[in-house]
């Protein structure tokens, strides 16, 4: 089966340093393997992304070098999608409605919603949360490729929502559906998301999904120690300083002598005859001193 990696961006402000090293890992992982290196917008906040922030992405990736293969995909434009899956889960009882608030589950039960089994059921009628009822699923391993193995017990985990009571579909499910239909066998990500992965790897399993390969990297830090992030106001990349910005980013990658080109697809071509997973592996963070 060949590669197929991905970046996917949320529009919720412009690209900085740290979303550029993200863009450049996937980027040269699928490249290095003859892969194909896919685009999705993670635009399903809708309060929170905008058009302006979706445009000044594309077109900092493309003044970057990168060409993405196949249609670029939007999470808005899938909710049909993302409604199949949660009817399958539905149909297979998996989702229960749930209309505790954080405050009342922090109350009951400590923050953790124990399943729909030791829980009052909801009314149908007043709003709900629908949740994905972890004691149902199945414990599995999740084999990432910088992280190594980790036993994911199901029962552990929150049961966690999957669409919010005004309708929105909640990212884990979004995330799943989308790695399938895009066909993604290669899932690079910072490593602040591994977090985020057991109850990715739980909604693959009850779907009949494929799991992706998965490598949490380092990701760059400020002097506050915090993840460079549009949330930390993190600085826009500069599109004047395209060469500048990926030389910064090999360097933090290891590479050290660059080729003499002003162009930076070329630059990226070069770097990715020159990748190696070990570039990533042995270091959880690295201040970003720019
Ligand atoms: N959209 C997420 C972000 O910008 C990344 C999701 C993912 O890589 O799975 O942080």
Known sequence: MSCVGRFAPSPTGPLHLGSLLCAVISYLDSKSQQGLWRLRIDDLDTPRVSDAHTHAILSALEAHGFVWDGAL?????????YQEAFDQLLNSGMVFPC?????ALRER??????????????QLDQDNNWRFDTALALDCYLDDRILGKTLIKAGDIECFTLKRKEGLFAYHLA???DDEAMGITQVTRGNDL??????????QDALGFAR???????VL????GDKLSKQTFAQALDVSKVIDNLHYVLRVLGYQQFPDTAKAKELLDWAVSEWHIDRIRGRDQVLCER
């Open 175 to 177: 995330c799943v559906v």
């Open 99 to 103: 209309g505790l608030s954080r405050r």
């Open 194 to 203: 591994f977090s985020s992965t057991p109850e990715q790897c739980l909604l």
């Open 221 to 224: 830090i400020d002097d506050r």
């Open 212 to 218: 992706p390969e998965y490598a949490h990297h380092l």
């Open 109 to 122: 039960f400590g923050g953790v919603h124990p399943g729909r089994l030791q829980a009052e059921p909801a």
């Open 73 to 81: 995909v939007y999470q808005s434009q899938q909710t049909l999608a």
